[in-house]
C-alpha cells in the first residue's frame, strides 16, 4: 500500500519499538484505549490483547477497510473511519452500565507531525483520559516537556504543563519508519493532573491568554500583560505589584503557575 503524503503517513513495524508503546500505557485489562491513526494496525495487534477494547479511528478509508472488526486475543477491536479532529472521541467510549462508573479510558497514537497540536488539544478536552502516549516530532516533544527559561519553553508547553505531568519517554529515529521522515520523533506520555492547574472550563481561555503573551515571548512582562489585557501601565503595574512579579521578567521564564495567577487577576479586573 503507497502511503498518503497528504495524511502524513509513516509505518512504523518494529516490535521492539511498538511493545515499548503499549507498556508506556501502562494498560489493564479493564481499558478503553482510543487508538489515533492505526494504520495498517501494527501497534492495535500488540495493544488489543491487553485490553478490554481499543476503538481504532483512522482517516484512511483503505487502511481502515483492512483493519476490520472483531475479537483480538483479550480485547475488542472497533475501527471508526473518519477524522480524529472532526469525530466526537468520548460519544465513541461505551455507555457505562447501570449504577457502573465510566470505564476508564486512555489514548495513543503515532499521530501526523502536521496536526500534532490540535490532536493535543482535543485529547485533553474533558472528561479526561487517564493517559495519553503519542509519538510525535522529537521538536514538539521537547517543547512539551520544556523547563522555564529553555529554549523550548512556549505557549505549548505552558497550556499542557497546567493540565498534565509530561514525560519524553524516549527518541524513535526517523530510520524505523517507512517512509522515512525527515525528523524523528519521541514518545511522550500525559498523565493529567488530580489537582490542575486551570479548570476545565478555564482552559480554553487559558491558552489564548497564554498563547497572546508568548507572541511577545522576549518583552518585558508589563508590555505583555499591557498587550494582552488592553489595560494602561499604571494599572499593569499596580496588578503585578500585587502578584509579586518582576515588571521586567519575560513571558519566557514564568512557570506555569504565574500565567494562571495573570489569567485570574485579568478577569477581577
Same mark, same amino acid.
Given at each position: 500500500? %503507497?502511503?498518503?503524503?497528504?495524511?502524513?503517513?509513516?509505518?512504523?513495524?518494529?516490535?521492539? %519499538?511498538?511493545?515499548?508503546?503499549? @507498556?508506556a500505557l501502562d494498560p489493564t485489562p479493564e481499558d478503553v484505549v482510543i487508538e489515533i491513526g492505526p494504520g495498517k494496525g501494527s501497534l492495535t495487534a500488540i495493544l488489543a490483547p491487553r485490553v478490554r477494547s481499543v476503538i481504532a479511528i483512522e482517516k484512511d478509508r483503505?487502511?481502515? @477497510?483492512?483493519?476490520g472488526t472483531g475479537g483480538s486475543g483479550l480485547g475488542e477491536l472497533r475501527v471508526v473511519s473518519g477524522d480524529a479532529l472532526r469525530l466526537d472521541w468520548h460519544a465513541l467510549l461505551p455507555s457505562p452500565k447501570p449504577l457502573a462508573p465510566s470505564p476508564s479510558f486512555k489514548i495513543?497514537?503515532?499521530?501526523?507531525?502536521? %496536526?500534532t497540536s490540535p490532536l493535543i488539544e482535543k485529547a485533553l478536552?474533558?472528561?479526561l483520559p487517564e493517559r495519553i502516549v503519542f509519538l510525535v516530532q522529537r521538536e514538539v516533544a521537547d517543547r512539551l516537556a520544556a523547563r522555564p527559561g529553555s529554549r523550548d519553553y512556549g505557549a505549548l508547553t505552558v497550556g499542557v504543563q497546567a493540565t498534565c505531568r509530561v514525560e519524553k519517554l524516549f527518541t524513535v529515529k526517523r530510520g524505523a519508519f517507512r517512509p522515512v521522515p525527515r525528523v524523528d520523533s519521541a514518545l511522550v506520555r500525559l498523565s493529567p493532573r488530580k489537582d490542575p492547574l486551570v479548570a476545565a472550563d478555564e482552559a480554553a481561555e487559558f491558552r489564548r491568554f497564554v498563547t497572546t503573551c508568548f507572541m511577545r515571548r522576549r518583552k518585558q512582562l508589563r508590555n505583555v500583560v499591557m498587550a494582552a489585557t488592553g489595560q494602561p501601565a499604571a494599572t499593569v503595574l499596580a496588578g503585578l505589584a500585587q502578584l509579586e512579579m518582576d515588571?521586567?521578567?519575560?513571558?519566557?521564564t514564568l512557570p506555569p503557575e504565574a500565567f494562571v495567577r495573570l489569567l485570574r487577576w485579568r478577569g477581577g479586573l
Open positions: 500500500m %503507497i502511503p498518503e503524503k497528504r495524511l502524513g503517513q509513516h509505518f512504523l513495524s518494529d516490535p521492539g %519499538i511498538l511493545g515499548k508503546i503499549v @507498556d483503505r487502511l481502515a @477497510d483492512g483493519l495513543v497514537g503515532n499521530i501526523p507531525y502536521s %496536526i478536552t474533558p472528561p515588571p521586567a521578567a519575560r513571558p519566557e
